[in-house]
């Protein structure tokens, strides 16, 4: 699926952030996904505020030594698994 | 706890499985509760389960799944969606949605509630009656409507055999007309109840195949929409399935009288003693009972899973199943191609009847308990 630039991407009903032993998770029906590093940058940004176009600049100033191209492709590629998921509703 | 396993040996448990209690309207003739049922007045009470809540949590395990029996048939069980909450755990509520009306459900979402597993016996009043011998689907289309104006995450569960897998596409309309984010279409597991009934239940191949490609097109389709999740019978399987992630590594289940057991039809296999969590804290069972040691890890395995690549990725299969169908519990699961004992399993599926038999098969319905 072709993710919107200038949609909003939100945890959808179900799905939210944990944490169990300091390790950050996101609960989903049946399935947890570890959080880590820009995995964790990323799920916390899916607030219904941010587009995935700020999502993305946010990201590439974190991770200002990487590739700003390679980092956009990680975040487009991040969110469509977790749309494929169930994990996002893009609004 | 001073000759305790070190951690680093044992896998913490991800999952606990709460059957808060056997009670239920329903009569599925595939229930997969013990064929031996939990009286109510066996069952745990709230601080004993919110104990349990906050020891599963310290343990590692991430979901509390409410399930029975009915789970709304306990009068407490907002207070123990809210005790699971706040020991941390991410709550599931595994229902039939018939002890239900709004005010309720806004007191369970309210409690925290993260997700509503809405089962369903059929895409028809009339087959749904004929398996849960009881009227419940005009209340569960009742919810569905509920659930729409709600936060919550919500999952249909069409549990298929023989007499309903002909219905996929009216299931498949059902759950796109509601709020659902997830489909699980369950083929029946042979255990239990099931197994009683098997000779009943079991599809046939070329149902199965229609299934298969009725499941995979519908996964493509509502890609992005609904998550779609299927489980095969494994009868038909080429290997064995899994079983719980593998024995007393991913998942813990807790009876209605707070024995605590690797899986759900656990209690079938002769020699089993379960501890209770009234005595022992999860960790200690977790980690030291006899029953979660027994098949946990490899070393319990004979041939061919001893040596087999996929030991690894199916764990040799059911436990439950190798002795249900081959009489020893640390066998091969009969199902594996692999098995010696795979011969047993082609002469139960060269018996399934090709077309449906009409008429109503004479089901043994699984009664409450006392």
Redesign the interface.
């Known amino acids: 699926?072709a993710i919107d630039p200038n949609s909003k991407p939100r945890l959808?009903?179900?799905?939210?952030l944990?944490?169990?032993?300091s390790q950050r998770?996101l609960?989903?029906?049946?399935r947890?996904l570890r959080l880590n590093g820009p995995s964790l940058e990323i799920v916390s940004r899916c607030d219904g505020t941010h587009t995935v176009a700020q999502i993305v600049h946010e990201l590439q100033k974190l991770y200002a030594k990487a590739e700003p191209a390679r980092v956009e492709q990680d975040v487009l590629g991040y969110l469509g698994l977790l749309?494929?998921?169930?994990a996002l509703d893009f609004q | 706890m001073a000759n305790r396993r070190p951690m680093s040996t044992i896998p913490h448990p991800?999952a606990l499985v709460c059957e808060l209690t056997h009670r239920c309207p329903l009569h599925c003739v595939y229930c997969s509760n013990p064929r031996e049922l939990a009286a109510r007045n066996s069952e745990l009470d709230t601080e004993t389960w919110t104990t349990v809540f906050h020891q599963a949590?310290d343990l590692?395990?991430?979901?509390a799944d409410f399930t029975g029996g009915e789970p709304l048939a306990r009068t407490d069980i907002v207070e123990l969606v809210r005790g699971a909450r706040s020991a941390?755990l991410?709550v599931?509520l595994i229902t039939s949605g018939l002890p239900l009306d709004e005010p309720r459900l806004d007191a369970l979402i309210a409690a925290g509630l993260?997700?509503f597993?809405l089962s369903f016996q059929a895409a028809t009043e009339s087959i749904a009656e004929d398996i849960s011998g009881t009227k419940t689907h005009a209340q569960k289309l009742r919810v569905l409507e509920w659930l729409k104006s709600r936060?919550?995450?919500?999952?249909l569960n069409f549990v298929l055999h023989r007499h309903n897998l002909h219905q996929m596409d009216a299931m498949l309309a059902i759950a796109e007309s509601s709020?659902a984010?997830?489909i699980e279409f369950a083929n029946v597991q042979y255990y239990g109840w099931g197994f009683a009934n098997r000779d009943l239940l079991l599809p046939s191949g070329r149902q199965l195949d229609e299934f298969m490609a009725k499941v995979k097109s519908a996964e493509e389709r509502l890609?992005?929409?609904?998550?779609v999740?299927y489980v095969v019978p494994d009868y038909y399987a080429k290997y064995p399935k899994p079983c719980m992630g593998g024995w007393g590594r991913k998942v813990m289940l807790i009876a209605p009288d707070g024995s605590a057991l690797p899986c759900h039809a656990a209690s079938v296999i002769p020699g089993l003693s379960f501890e209770n969590v009234k005595e022992q804290s999860l960790r200690e069972i977790w980690e030291q009972s006899d029953a979660f040691q027994k098949f946990r890890g490899e070393s319990w395995m004979h041939e061919p899973c001893k040596s087999c690549d996929r030991r690894s990725q199916d764990f040799g299969g059911c436990r439950c199943q190798a002795l249900l169908l081959a009489g020893d519990a640390a066998a091969t699961d009969p199902v594996c191609t692999l098995s010696p004992d795979r011969g047993k399993v082609d002469a139960i599926l060269k018996s399934v009847p090709t077309t449906t038999i009409s008429g109503q098969p004479e089901f043994l319905y699984r009664p409450n308990p006392a």
């Open positions: 699926m959808a009903p179900g799905c939210r944990g944490e169990n032993n998770v609960l989903m029906p049946e947890a749309s494929d998921q169930r | 991800l949590a590692g395990v991430l979901q941390g991410y599931s993260d997700h597993q936060r919550v995450g919500v999952t709020s984010s997830r890609r992005g929409k609904i998550r999740e």
